[in-house]
């Protein structure tokens, strides 16, 4: 059994007060960058908080946590069926009133209570990513708003990066592609009044082994959404596959309106380090992204740039990142990568074993990369006229 962090309860109290004082944060919002890097877990089997633990698909959970009215992820240790897994965290998470609200929490870490939060909630959990899923909510009653669809196709994926957060659902063989577009559809209009609300669609996915298989999908994808009778939908796509303008143009004219770059890290030291052997491709240089980036730029509205952290040196991602600012308009979303597997814990960075290096970095990227500039999720919000009581939920 291997410990996610080392640090004593007193050594890690002791850093986030240091850390929120000299980077101007709230300790409150330090200590949920340290559940992030650190993974929480349930000390007691979670039957009552957790009711889809029955579900035989779910091995390890994404939590959507709500601190302060600060919404954020993190990853869930606890492995249902085998409760011999391999990493533990020092965070502990439990029903406050084990017969009331199963949403309102208790933090410890190493057993003892941490009093940072005025609240903290359980919003959703999530196992095995969802083949559909409406991710804004109406804050006061919870309910999805049916305007912003993610769809989730494609249950596999060409490319095995080590990092990824469905590495463990790969293993199942994957259901048909056509008929799980078929049945996603039927299940979606099942539960909008009018196809018409739907606004916008975004096609999260594993990778096909070709940009015209992928293609293929994509348009598969999007023809399938319009014959339905989602014609007043927009699309988006996260691809790892893509990157040539006549495709980006192609997308466009399918009515793809916001293209993701994913970029796991900067130097291609640490991005090959990050994929799979057999799929050398897949680590394309930091330079072959900025093109990437730029030419989305020319061609869709909205271009977001997803950063994982923890993969490299701080200096080196500083500089790319400057770097990034200067050549692209791009933002970055940044996030920390959830780590379920021991061999994820070790692809780490060995300074990013500590919580100053993740503190640092969020504040370079918030504070000296995206200032001054609105996010794509921002202009979006604004073109969707997302209402100001939606909540989204982010890394
Ligand atoms: S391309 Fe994406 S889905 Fe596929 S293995 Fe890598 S991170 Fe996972």
């Given at each position: 059994?291997?410990?996610?962090?080392?640090?004593?309860?007193?050594?890690?109290?002791?850093?986030?007060?240091?850390?929120?004082?000299?980077?101007?944060?709230?300790?409150?919002?330090?200590?949920?960058?340290?559940?992030?890097?650190?993974?929480?877990?349930?000390?007691?089997?979670?039957?009552?908080?957790?009711?889809?633990?029955?579900?035989?698909?779910?091995?390890?959970?994404?939590?959507?946590?709500?601190?302060?009215?600060?919404?954020?992820?993190?990853?869930?240790?606890?492995?249902?069926?085998?409760?011999?897994?391999?990493?533990?965290?020092?965070?502990?998470?439990?029903?406050?009133?084990?017969?009331?609200?199963?949403?309102?929490?208790?933090?410890?870490?190493?057993?003892?209570?941490?009093?940072?939060?005025?609240?903290?909630?359980?919003?959703?959990?999530?196992?095995?990513?969802?083949?559909?899923?409406?991710?804004?909510?109406?804050?006061?009653?919870?309910?999805?708003?049916?305007?912003?669809?993610?769809?989730?196709?494609?249950?596999?994926?060409?490319?095995?990066?080590?990092?990824?957060?469905?590495?463990?659902?790969?293993?199942?063989?994957?259901?048909?592609?056509?008929?799980?577009?078929?049945?996603?559809?039927?299940?979606?209009?099942?539960?909008?009044?009018?196809?018409?609300?739907?606004?916008?669609?975004?096609?999260?996915?594993?990778?096909?082994?070709?940009?015209?298989?992928?293609?293929?999908?994509?348009?598969?994808?999007?023809?399938?959404?319009?014959?339905?009778?989602?014609?007043?939908?927009?699309?988006?796509?996260?691809?790892?596959?893509?990157?040539?303008?006549?495709?980006?143009?192609?997308?466009?004219?399918?009515?793809?309106?916001?293209?993701?770059?994913?970029?796991?890290?900067?130097?291609?030291?640490a991005?090959?380090?990050?994929?799979?052997?057999?799929?050398?491709?897949?680590?394309?240089?930091?330079?072959?992204?900025?093109?990437?980036?730029?030419?989305?730029?020319?061609?869709?509205?909205?271009?977001?740039?997803?950063?994982?952290?923890g993969y490299e040196q701080a200096?080196?991602?500083?500089?790319?990142?400057?770097?990034?600012?200067?050549?692209?308009?791009?933002?970055?979303?940044?996030?920390?990568?959830?780590?379920?597997?021991?061999?994820?814990l070790d692809l780490l960075h060995p300074s990013a074993t500590n919580?100053?290096y993740?503190?640092?970095?969020?504040?370079?990227?918030?504070?000296?990369?995206?200032?001054?500039?609105?996010?794509?999720?921002?202009?979006?919000?604004?073109?969707?006229?997302?209402?100001?009581?939606?909540?989204?939920?982010?890394?």
């Open positions: 059994m291997r410990r996610t962090v080392s640090d004593s309860y007193a050594e890690i109290n002791r850093q986030i007060l240091e850390l929120a004082d000299a980077y101007r944060y709230e300790p409150w919002r330090v200590r949920i960058i340290d559940m992030q890097r650190a993974s929480v877990q349930f000390p007691n089997p979670p039957v009552a908080i957790v009711p889809k633990c029955s579900n035989t698909d779910i091995n390890y959970f994404t939590l959507v946590m709500q601190a302060n009215g600060f919404t954020f992820t993190t990853s869930e240790l606890t492995s249902i069926g085998s409760l011999s897994h391999k990493l533990t965290s020092p965070y502990g998470i439990e029903q406050s009133d084990p017969d009331g609200d199963t949403s309102s929490l208790i933090v410890s870490y190493d057993g003892n209570p941490i009093p940072d939060f005025g609240s903290i909630q359980l919003r959703e959990i999530m196992g095995k990513p969802s083949a559909y899923y409406f991710p804004y909510k109406d804050t006061r009653s919870g309910q999805p708003l049916s305007f912003y669809l993610i769809v989730n196709p494609y249950e596999n994926c060409a490319f095995r990066c080590k990092y990824c957060s469905r590495l463990p659902y790969f293993k199942t063989p994957a259901p048909s592609i056509q008929e799980n577009i078929q049945l996603i559809i039927s299940n979606i209009l099942a539960v909008v009044q009018d196809p018409d609300e739907v606004k916008f669609i975004n096609i999260i996915t594993g990778s096909f082994p070709n940009p015209e298989q992928e293609m293929t999908f994509l348009k598969e994808v999007i023809t399938a959404f319009n014959k339905a009778g989602f014609v007043e939908s927009e699309f988006g796509v996260y691809t790892s596959q893509i990157y040539s303008r006549h495709l980006f143009e192609q997308l466009r004219d399918l009515g793809v309106i916001f293209f993701t770059v994913t970029l796991e890290a900067t130097s291609s030291d991005r090959s380090r990050l994929h799979a052997r057999r799929n050398p491709k897949r680590a394309r240089s930091f330079e072959q992204t900025l093109d990437t980036i730029s030419v989305a730029e020319d061609v869709f509205p909205f271009v977001s740039t997803t950063m994982m952290l200096d080196e991602v500083k500089r790319n990142l400057g770097r990034l600012a200067k050549e692209t308009r791009s933002t970055v979303n940044h996030y920390i990568p959830r780590v379920w597997l021991p061999g994820q919580l100053k993740f503190v640092d970095l969020f504040n370079f990227i918030e504070r000296n990369v995206n200032v001054g500039r609105m996010t794509s999720n921002q202009l979006f919000e604004e073109r969707f006229l997302i209402p100001r009581f939606a909540m989204r939920y982010r890394s």
